[in-house]
């Protein structure tokens, strides 16, 4: 490997890395959380790098615009306009057509500029852009710099013999050869020998942190709950797990499996062994042979939306205005800890199941151990802390003693975060998260100042998380409400 190959691999790592910290944003995303000018970076579901063995999402497009104040309105176009309108629309149509039948008359059509376009290839278009691919953007408003870094990040990009496309990658059906040899989305500066210089990775980086510290961010933890709606109208779980955007977190997905498969197959006499902690005597066989019967049928279970899904007292406490955000996901600072999927996104599909952090895993360990140690996996804890770096101020409203923020604790020791409790409400606690929580979403709550303005109206109370001792179970008072 020569020097000049060293050095495009070593600045196109650079480049990954510091865009890492900035969100990501997808088609759902509101206008008015986008810059008026800028440079964006399009994902793409299984696309990835291993720079330093290390699996990350790689970027498949980088775009601009040239006309002042048309940043989003170019978004947009991409995922919704139509291939005149678009390049990046007319090149993923071209491939899927060239995919499905190479011969097809309407190709050379497609693909010229200004001709009549085809209803039902754009409707295509739009479903993958909207479930396959995502975006991150840098606020750019100098029209010579945005095309300058377009120009470097693509002529970059392309020649990392690293960053290339896995072998089921639509663009290997691309009409452009400059696509299918380079992994991207982009035909104009492939290959070109505009290399990012240094200055222009430095004015990167300058860019990347000024975005980042205009607009702070906030993440919210809560637990799932044992009340659930049943059945869904879904696809069973193993059939949509692929889709990213049904499915956010998939690289928790093996160990997802490993309880599933197990529960799924277990039997009723070893049932008591690893439903534990429901009461006692027929009580107690009652809710054993209930969560049973339930978890048998994971694999043929429909799915639903987790926010759907969920009914207890802290969902009930949302406002309908904050479930619609978070169903459709305008808002996405929401993450809930699932007993059964580790950690889940309110969009993701899930099927209907009875598990709790205190039964026991297939290793033996309590549900809350198996996904404490599964995060301080190396690989894992790499994503999740790629997914943590996203936010400034992260937030945990749920008990401490059921087993859910065990799980939390090393993976945010990090991070600035805090947990909000409520001592003398009991099994009230629930709902008064739910209020504390859609508070802060409505009113789009960011800084601990600010949290720390509402919580004493709930008589609750917020501490640093660090404060628990880990594995502990601190003294709780006894008047409950």
């Known amino acids: 490997m020569g020097h000049e190959e060293k050095s495009i691999i070593q600045k196109c790592k650079i480049i990954h890395k510091i865009l890492r910290p900035l969100p990501e944003y997808d088609h759902r995303t509101p206008n008015s959380e986008l810059p008026e000018n800028g440079v964006y970076f399009f994902y793409e579901d299984n696309e990835f790098y291993e720079h330093d063995n290390k699996r990350q999402k790689r970027i498949v497009r980088v775009g601009t615009h040239r006309v002042d104040g048309r940043f989003r309105s170019r978004i947009n176009n991409h995922y ?40 039902e290839i754009e409707i295509e278009v739009s479903r993958v852009l909207k479930n396959n ?32 496309p896995s072998k089921n990658w639509l663009g290997r059906y691309a009409q452009s050869d400059l696509i299918r040899k380079s992994g991207l989305w982009n035909t104009q500066y492939v290959f070109s020998n505009s290399i990012i210089t240094d200055n222009a990775i430095k004015r990167l980086k300058e860019l990347v942190n000024e975005s980042n510290n205009k607009k702070k961010r906030a993440l919210f933890f809560i637990p799932c709950c044992s009340e659930k709606r049943p059945n869904g109208d ?3 779980w193993k ?35 690893y439903y534990k902690n429901r009461g006692s005597g027929a009580t107690r066989d009652r809710k054993v042979e209930k969560a049973w019967k339930r978890n048998l049928e994971l694999f043929k279970s429909n799915t639903m939306k987790a926010i759907d899904r969920y009914n207890g007292k802290l969902y009930r406490a949302l406002d309908d205005n904050i479930r ?39 290793t033996t360990m309590t549900i809350s151990d198996y996904w404490s140690t599964t995060f301080e996996n190396e690989v894992i804890n790499t994503y999740i802390r790629e997914l943590l770096s996203k936010y400034d101020y992260i937030y945990c409203l749920m008990s401490d ?28 606690s629930p709902r008064i998260w739910g209020a504390i929580l859609n508070d802060c979403l409505r009113e789009k709550y ?36």
Request: hydrophobic share 30%; net charge positive; proline share 7%.
């Open 446 to 481: 960011v800084y601990p100042e600010e949290v720390e303005q509402i919580i004493p109206i709930y008589d609750c109370e917020m501490r640093k998380l660090y404060e628990i001792k880990r594995g502990s179970i601190p003294r709780q008072k006894n008047n409950s409400v």
């Open 80 to 119: 919704s306009g139509d291939k005149n309108s678009s390049v990046f629309r007319k090149h993923i149509g071209g491939a899927l057509m060239r995919k499905r039948k190479p011969t097809d008359s309407r190709i050379k059509q497609w693909l010229e500029q200004d001709t009549p376009t085809f209803k």
């Open 133 to 164: 691919f995502s975006f991150k953007c840098v606020p750019v408003k100098d029209r010579e710099e945005r095309l300058e870094l377009e120009e470097q990040l693509i002529a970059t990009l392309s020649k990392c013999p690293i960053c290339t």
């Open 401 to 428: 003693t059921t087993g859910y923020v065990s799980p939390l604790q090393k993976i945010l020791s990090e991070s600035e975060a805090y947990h909000i409790y409520c001592p003398d409400a009991g099994q009230n």
């Open 234 to 236: 879904g696809p069973p």
């Open 239 to 273: 059939k949509i797990r692929s889709k990213q955007n049904l499915n956010k977190f998939q690289f928790l997905d093996d160990y997802r499996l490993q309880l599933i498969n197990f529960y799924s197959s277990l039997s009723k006499k070893d049932a008591p062994n």
């Open 324 to 362: 619609d955000a978070l169903r459709n996901g305008n808002i996405d600072n929401v993450i809930i800890v699932s007993a059964l999927m580790g950690i889940i996104a309110p969009t993701d599909l899930i099927p209907d199941y009875e598990l709790i952090m205190g039964d026991k895993s297939p």
